[in-house]
């Protein structure tokens, strides 16, 4: 029995948000995974048919309304959201697919490459910012592996009980008056401070790879953990550092 799946699901204000800002800048982001060896490309079909079962938000595109909306793209076939590349070279490669456009206006916030070279494979998970964040990306990479390793296991595994993505299940839990003091700014916002964006659109999409040595990730590791802060924190505040100097 195909479990059932929600042909709309309304699209909170941080989806809209994440949707509108690909006019300024891609808004996809990428997990990608190196391996020894070569998947199953029949069984990571039926991996990610399931996920798409638990994820239903990823088997669909996003709708431009008064009040915007995702919808299940009927027919959708598994298999054109996963290719495989031959691989050659594998850094050039890889930044050839990491460029590849992807629009949740056309088409599903989801795509999955492989770069196959003789011996083993690089996957590639993109999805678009509209659909999830990137801890969010993470906990798909782990639903994606726990399903290619045990497809049985995940047959018929039903989507979430409810289509609502925003926080008010969260915000539930939360009492009127502990909101209201998180909600409200300790200060005035300075209009120097606004997301940095250039004017117009960006039309040419490349990537710059850099791999950081284990005892540099240390180092940031500890760092973060003196302010308090995340790892992505501080790459973030390194980048628009490099940004301002720029």
Request: with cysteine.
């Amino acid at each position: 029995m195909n479990p059932p799946f929600f042909n709309r699901i309304p699209a909170p204000p941080m989806d809209q948000f994440n949707y509108a800002l690909r006019e300024l800048g891609e808004q996809t982001m990428h997990f990608v995974i190196a391996c020894d060896g070569c998947f199953d490309d029949e069984r990571l079909n039926q991996a990610v048919a399931a996920t798409l079962a638990m994820v239903p938000v990823l088997g669909a595109r996003f709708v431009e309304a008064d009040a915007p909306y995702w919808e299940r793209i009927t027919l959708l076939d598994v298999r054109d959201l996963v290719c495989v590349h031959p691989s050659v070279n594998g850094e050039l490669d890889l930044q050839k697919v990491l460029t590849l456009p992807l629009d949740p206006k056309t088409s599903p916030p989801l795509r999955l490459d492989i770069l196959r070279s003789a011996r083993s494979d690089t996957l590639c998970i993109s999805v678009h910012h509209a659909a999830m964040d990137a801890h969010g990306l993470i906990v798909y990479a782990q639903i994606l592996a726990a399903c290619y390793r045990d497809p049985d296991s995940w047959c018929g595994k039903s989507p979430a009980t409810s289509p609502d993505r925003s926080l008010a299940k969260l915000l539930s839990q939360f009492s009127e008056h502990e909101r209201v003091p998180v909600a409200t700014p300790l200060e005035p916002l300075h209009p120097e401070w606004v997301f940095p964006a250039p004017a117009g659109g960006v039309e040419q999409r490349a990537f710059t790879i850099r791999t950081l040595a284990p005892d540099r990730l240390m180092v940031i590791k500890n760092t973060s953990h003196k302010l308090k802060a995340t790892v992505n924190d501080v790459l973030l505040a390194a980048f628009f550092s490099a940004l301002c100097d720029y």
